[in-house]
């Protein structure tokens, strides 16, 4: 009888720690355990683009982008900006940070990695008092943005 305690006790236990480790709100096992294997899967995936991206860049397969990379998605109150180059790139990030006040994004969050290449993730906020703010959506954040990394690019060329 107190060996089934224990398992059951045991079973509660993981339960508890993948609903923490998935982020999952479900109540159900069967729920848990399927989002905990989507999970996985999801790991299993990103681990294989790294592996391939560390032989290709360890064989010098990969040819290096001068121009970065602008990925931009949108959120419930603003955007998400992510720009991406694999060299690093002296002075981008104040174009960007002026491109983002002229488009009046207000960051609420960002991630910059200036060192061996460059990366910046950004969460930019449509501030309220911004009259273009309803006609702000994907396409003109990422014009702008393109634009500002034309700039620079121009400038950094000088």
């Known amino acids: 009888m107190v060996s089934k305690v224990h398992k059951r006790t045991a079973m509660y236990r993981n339960l508890q720690l ?12 069967t ?5 905990a ?6 790991l299993k995936q990103k681990l294989e683009e790294l592996n391939l991206f560390a032989v ?7 040819e290096y982008d001068p121009m970065p990379k602008l990925k931009v998605e949108e959120q419930e109150e603003g955007f998400v900006i992510k720009v991406l180059s694999e060299r690093s790139c002296k002075g ?8 983002f006040e002229e488009l009046g994004l207000e ?4 991630r910059v990695s200036c ?25 003109l954040v990422e014009q702008v943005v393109c634009q500002a990394i034309q700039n ?5 060329q000088d």
């Not at 960051?107 to 960002?110: D, G, N, R, S, Y």
């Not at 620079?152 to 950094?156: K, P």
């Open 56 to 62: 290709a860049t360890a064989q010098k397969v990969i």
């Open 107 to 110: 960051v609420l969050q960002a």
């Open 31 to 35: 729920s848990v355990i399927l989002e």
């Open 18 to 29: 993948l609903r923490s480790i998935t982020y999952s709100t479900s109540q159900r096992k």
């Open 152 to 156: 620079w690019r121009e400038v950094a």
């Open 92 to 99: 981008l990030l104040v174009f960007i940070l002026e491109a």
């Open 115 to 139: 060192v061996d290449n460059f990366c910046l993730e950004a969460v930019g906020n449509k501030q309220e008092n911004n009259e273009d703010s309803r006609t702000m959506n994907v396409q």
């Open 37 to 42: 294997t989507e999970y996985i899967q999801d």
